[in-house]
C-alpha cells in the first residue's frame, strides 16, 4: 500500500540517513538468498529503527521476529554499552545467516538469538526492557502484548510493525482472515489500554510507537 506517490518517496529516502555499508550487504543477500525478501524492514525503516532506539539509548531490547537480522542490527545501533539486545524467531533456517551478520557487527557479542516460539521464550528472559519491537506473526500480537508489557520499563517503548496491513485494516472483513482480525483487536488494545499512549505512524505497511506509562 503507497502512501505517498514514488517521487515523494524516494525524496525522503534520499534526505534521510544512509544504509551502513554491512546492511547494504545483508540486505543485498537477503533479496538473493531468501524467500519473502519484502519481510525486509529496508532501508528507509531501518534508519527509523537506529534513530528511535538511539534516542531512546537503551540497556535492554527484544525482538520478535529476527528473520536476516536486519532490523536488530538497526535496533542495537542505539544500546548502551553494557547492554543486551534478545531476538526471537522459530526459523532455524536463518539462524546461521542471522549470526554471520551479527558477529560482522559492532554488536555481535551484545545481540542474544533465541530459536523457537516466542510465547515460550518471552516468560524465561529475566530482565526488564527498555524497547521492544513486534515484528513477528501477527495472529500473536495480542499475546505478545500481554507477555511484554509486564515486562516494561517505565518510559518503555513498544515498536509494532505492519499495523496497517497493506490498508485491511480498514477494508470489509474476511471472517478467515485472522491476521487481520487480531490486528483490528491489537491496535484498539494499544489506543484504549491506561499503560500506553501510542502514536500509529502512517510509515511503510504502519508502525506504532507506545511508551509504557
Known amino acids: 500500500m503507497h502512501f505517498l506517490s514514488d517521487e515523494l518517496d524516494d525524496y525522503i529516502v534520499d534526505h534521510s540517513e544512509n544504509e551502513p555499508q554491512l546492511l547494504k550487504e545483508l540486505n543485498r543477500e537477503t533479496w538473493q538468498k531468501v524467500m519473502n525478501p519484502r519481510m525486509l524492514s529496508g532501508v528507509y525503516q531501518g534508519r527509523v529503527l537506529s534513530i528511535l532506539s538511539k534516542l531512546i539509548h537503551p540497556k535492554n531490547i527484544l525482538e520478535l521476529g529476527t528473520y536476516t537480522g536486519y532490523s536488530a542490527l538497526c535496533l542495537a545501533e542505539g544500546l548502551q554499552k553494557n547492554g543486551l539486545l534478545h531476538t526471537i524467531d522459530k526459523n532455524e533456517e536463518l539462524y546461521d545467516l542471522q549470526h554471520k551478520y551479527f558477529k560482522k557487527s559492532a554488536y555481535g557479542d551484545q545481540i542474544v538469538q533465541h530459536l523457537g516460539d516466542a510465547v515460550h521464550i518471552i516468560p524465561t528472559l529475566d530482565c526488564k526492557f527498555d524497547l521492544v519491537f513486534i515484528d513477528a506473526d501477527k495472529p500473536n500480537y495480542v499475546n505478545y502484548f500481554n507477555l511484554i508489557i509486564e515486562k516494561m520499563n517505565p ?45 500509529l505512524l502512517p510509515i511503510r505497511d504502519g508502525l506504532t510507537i507506545s511508551r509504557v506509562l
Open 155 to 199: 518510559g518503555g517503548v513498544i515498536l509494532s510493525d505492519n499495523v496497517l496491513w497493506t490498508g485491511k485494516v480498514i477494508e470489509p472483513l474476511d471472517p478467515k482472515d485472522i491476521s487481520t482480525i487480531v490486528l483490528l483487536e491489537y491496535n484498539k488494545i494499544l489506543k484504549e489500554d491506561p499503560r500506553v499512549e501510542t502514536v
